[in-house]
């Protein structure tokens, strides 16, 4: 085998387990969001439409409505910054980030009582934002699991430029987290009438189980899934 074709393969084979990677944890969210919404009526992931519904409820005077959806825009930013602290602390970044989430799922599982719902919300919305840390690239392409209107316009972009002859076909792979989220949104809104605030139970186990899957996917191939950063040095010795 010559050195080109097994440098192929390896991407391939990068490429393949990244994509398969991102679209089981799009299938997460889209359960999580789909179970979230029917749970407590909010976006636990959509944070444009949580924006787009706080402005609504300001302009109707309905402040604590508001109140309740900014929190969860803040909460889903300062879960996107923990899992990015998790993810780059630990040497399995994947499992630890999607044990992390599981563990939050369980917990709000937990308050299931009605009067506990802001509590519940929030802990699955911490969960949603953390789970963008376990893969944030695939072969430098950008890509997004909690949510897909990016995604989508990648895809349309990309459509409209082999309409005008280009035959790069890498944008048809943004259509990976869509499939993922719609069947697993599916799925969430099937659990959810089912077994009702149980159902977060059954989402954290799907979440363990893909936490323990990653542990099969080598250490330095997951590396390449996330975005490399070079720590500031302190103060006192760049002013030396």
Known sequence: MTRQRRRRLIKTRRTVTGF?????????????DAVGLMLTG???SFMTG?????????????????????????????????????????????????????VLLAAAAGFAEPSLVLVQFYLVV?????????????????????????????FGRGLGRFLL??????????????????SGAIIGALLARAFGAHALWLVSMVALVLALSTLFIPRPLQRRFNQRFAASPP???RAK
Request: aromatic share 8%; charged share 10%.
């Open 235 to 237: 103060l006192a010795r």
């Open 126 to 154: 911490l969960a949603m934002g953390m789970v963008n840390a376990t893969v944030e690239h695939i072969e430098g392409l950008p890509i997004g699991l909690t949510y897909v209107t990016g995604a989508l316009s990648r």
């Open 20 to 32: 398969l990677l991102v679209a089981s944890i799009a299938f997460l969210a889209g359960m999580t």
């Open 165 to 182: 002859g280009d035959r790069d076909f890498l944008w048809t792979v943004q259509i990976v987290p869509w499939s993922g989220m719609i």
């Open 50 to 102: 949580n924006t787009t519904r706080a402005a609504i409820a300001l302009g109707m005077g309905e402040f604590g409505h508001a109140a309740v959806l900014f929190s969860a825009i803040l909460t889903f930013i300062i879960g996107n910054a923990l899992g990015i602290v998790v993810a780059h602390a630990a040497d399995r970044r994947a499992f630890v980030v999607l044990a992390c989430v599981s």
């Open 42 to 44: 909010n976006f636990v």
